[in-house]
């Protein structure tokens, strides 16, 4: 585990921004997978309007949905697809063949799961994910308790999830119960994870993910045990803990 430790949101915003970029440069048929949820947002901004500036050449970048809410009906505008279109594909320009999405509405949601996995794999596995970290400390929506080997699946959104999705819709009525998450499993095989945490409200949680014990109870927690994971803090949120 390696951590990044900012001033201020901006600053990690960027220093995001510059991994997301160096990462594409080195390997231009990257595979990334990117949270949406409000921490990386400055993040995507700002790698969009560097990627313009330096007209990079996103054709060949694969994009994997973290997740995704199910029973929304197509083009309803809590769908996470459309967060991550709004926020990063279209900004980037990035192909739509190049994306691998999840159907809100799919009739059989395991079947989907089975060949979003056997996508991944076949594309090589993730280059780079870029993670937020829940208050309970799911990463994607795997909810505590969430094991490493867990693939991708069906899960229930907790009621710590209800509240803090409650945030971005308008309130808990108008967050959905379920959810499809890309798995622990396929998560920790990332060759490239950056979780960004900002703001003193995540302070707790980021201590238990990084100096607490491993456990389900905090999926975050299994980050610990991947050398490839680098922290994007601001100091809000890093507080007093040790640089590793
Ligand atoms: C979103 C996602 C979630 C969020 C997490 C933090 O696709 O998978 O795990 O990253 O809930 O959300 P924010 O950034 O809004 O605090």
């Not at 947002?41 to 054709?59: E, P």
């Not at 622990?184 to 014990?213: D, F, N, W």
Request: aromatic share 4%; proline share 9%.
């Amino acid at each position: 585990m390696n951590a990044i430790v900012s001033d201020n949101p901006t600053m990690v915003s960027r220093e995001v921004a510059d991994l997301v970029i160096g990462a594409i440069r080195k390997d231009p048929d990257l595979v990334l997978i990117p949270a949406t949820g409000n921490t990386p947002m400055g993040a995507y901004a700002r790698l969009a309007k560097q990627m313009r500036r330096d007209a990079a050449d996103v054709a060949h970048v694969r994009v994997f949905q973290l997740d995704e809410y199910l029973d929304l009906p197509p083009g309803d505008s809590r769908l996470l697809s459309g967060w991550m279109q709004r926020s990063l594909i279209d900004p980037l320009g990035i192909p739509p063949a190049n994306v691998t999405g999840f159907r809100s509405d799919a009739p059989d949601v395991t079947a989907m799961c089975r060949e979003y996995d056997a996508a991944l794999e076949a594309a090589g596995g993730a280059g780079l994910t870029i993670l937020g970290l829940g208050p309970n400390g799911h990463i994607g929506f795997n909810e505590p308790p969430s094991g490493a080997d867990l693939p991708t699946r069906e899960i229930a959104l907790t009621p710590e999830s209800i509240r803090s999705n409650a945030g971005y819709w308008g309130g808990e009525a108008r967050v959905p119960l379920r959810a499809v998450t890309c798995g622990m499993a396929q998560l920790l095989a990332s060759r490239q994870i950056v979780l960004v945490v900002t703001g003193e409200g995540k302070r707790e949680i980021l201590a238990r993910t990084v100096a607490g014990p491993v456990t389900p109870d905090v999926p975050a927690s299994f980050l610990q045990t991947s050398p490839n994971v680098t922290i994007v803090a601001d100091r809000a949120a890093w507080g007093d803990l040790p640089l590793p």
